[in-house]
Nanobody, 111 residues
Framework: QVQLVESGGGLVQPGGSLRLSCAASGFTIGDAYMKWVRQVPGKELEWVASAGAGGLTIYADSVKGRFTISKDNAKSTLYLQMNSLKPEDTAVYYC?????RGQGTQVTVSS
C-alpha cells in the first residue's frame, strides 16, 4: 500500500531555507502525481505545489519563486526546497498522493 514519510522540518529564521523530504513506497513515484500541502491549526489544508509525470510542476502563488518541488526517482523521494521563508509559511507540511498523506513535518519560521 501507499506509504509516505516526511522529514526535514524544523525551526528557521525568516529568510532562511529548509528542504523537506518525503520517502514514498508502495508505488513508482516517477509517473505519479504528487503534491505538498500544508496546514495551520484551525485552518483548512492549503495546497503548496504539485509534481507530475514528465517534470511537470505547478505552485501556489504564495510560494512561487521561493519553493521548488522535485522528485528523485532512484530514491523514491519527493522533495520541497523552501527558500526565503516567511513567518506565514509556518505550518505542518504533508506530502500526498491522491487521498494518502504522511504524518507531516512541522515547519516554524520565527526569529
Amino acid at each position: 500500500q501507499v506509504q509516505l514519510v516526511e522529514s526535514g522540518g524544523g525551526l528557521v529564521q525568516p529568510g532562511g531555507s529548509l528542504r523537506l523530504s518525503c520517502a514514498a513506497s508502495g508505488f513508482t513515484i516517477g509517473d505519479a502525481y504528487m503534491k505538498w500541502v500544508r496546514q495551520v491549526p484551525g485552518k483548512e489544508l492549503e495546497w503548496v505545489a504539485s509534481a507530475g509525470a514528465g517534470g511537470l510542476t505547478i505552485y501556489a502563488d504564495s510560494v512561487k519563486g521561493r519553493f521548488t518541488i522535485s522528485k528523485d526517482n532512484a530514491k523514491s523521494t519527493l522533495y520541497l526546497q523552501m527558500n526565503s521563508l516567511k513567518p506565514e509559511d509556518t505550518a505542518v507540511y504533508y506530502c500526498a498522493k491522491g487521498d494518502a498523506r504522511g504524518q507531516g513535518t512541522q515547519v516554524t519560521v520565527s526569529s
